[in-house]
T-cell receptor, first 115, second 114 residues
Framework: GAGVSQSPRYKVAKRGQDVALRCDPI?????LFWYQQALGQGPEFLTY????????KSGLPSDRFFAERPEGSVSTLKIQRTQQEDSAVYLC?????????????FGPGTRLLVL | AQSVTQLDSQVPVFEEAPVELRCNYS??????LFWYVQYPNQGLQLLLK??????LVKGINGFEAEFNKSQTSFHLRKPSVHISDTAEYFC????????????FGKGTKLTVNP
């Protein structure tokens, strides 16, 4: 019973570089979430998928952020032209059916540092 | 829109002492509430959640929380803490109406000292 996995665990990027962060949810989980956690803060919602459909992207901070889940399993969060303010931990979570109040299972996160 | 306030950013306690981590929420609809724990360099792990029914919720590792609708609170308690409870604790409310996202508080860093 593998949990949610994320790769890479750490990423250092130069300002202006593009990065891609990967999330492997728990097998069979319908819902997938991305959160951004700045230093000393709680996680903040970025976007939500149900299967391959992106149902909510209201938390994406700019059009430099793009997420996809083309086959309804693995998801990739892409950040174009990274800025220093993008430095944060990016958390992925999945849940079985996407119903109200369902537990979300979190991965270990990808720590992104933009220099 | 829902929001969560964690009143204490840091809580230092001695081992075997009781602890309470405070959480208040705001919501115009019925709420589902969660407490997650985050150990260093790890993801968030669910401690407990309130959906309905009994207002006293028991979770893992000896933690419990009480839902108080009139006070709009969901404080987390443990009668006797261990060194291993040192971690960051996050209270969250489920955002109803639309996506199934969680809205988190800023977290409380619990440090248990010997």
């Amino acid at each position: 019973g593998a949990g949610v996995s994320q790769s890479p665990r750490y990423k250092v990027a130069k300002r202006g570089q593009d990065v891609a962060l990967r999330c492997d949810p728990i097998s069979g989980h319908v819902s997938l979430f991305w959160y951004q956690q700045a230093l000393g803060q709680g996680p903040e919602f970025l976007t939500y998928f149900q299967n391959e459909a992106q149902l909510d992207k209201s938390g994406l901070p700019s059009d430099r952020f793009f997420a996809e889940r083309p086959e309804g399993s693995v998801s990739t969060l892409k950040i174009q032209r990274t800025q220093q303010e993008d430095s944060a931990v990016y958390l992925c979570a999945s849940s079985p059916a996407g119903t109200a109040g369902e537990t979300q299972y979190f991965g270990p996160g990808t720590r992104l540092l933009v220099l | 829109a829902q929001s969560v306030t964690q009143l204490d950013s840091q809580v230092p306690v001695f081992e075997e002492a009781p602890v309470e981590l405070r959480c208040n929420y705001s919501s115009s609809v019925s709420v589902y509430l969660f407490w997650y724990v985050q150990y260093p360099n790890q993801g968030l792990q669910l401690l407990l959640k309130y959906l309905s029914g009994s207002t006293l919720v028991k979770g893992i590792n000896g933690f419990e929380a009480e839902f108080n609708k009139s006070q709009t609170s969901f404080h987390l308690r443990k009668p006797s803490v261990h060194i291993s409870d040192t971690a960051e604790y996050f209270c969250a409310v489920f955002s109803q109406g639309g996506s199934e996202k969680l809205v988190f508080g800023k977290g409380t860093k619990l440090t248990v000292n010997p």
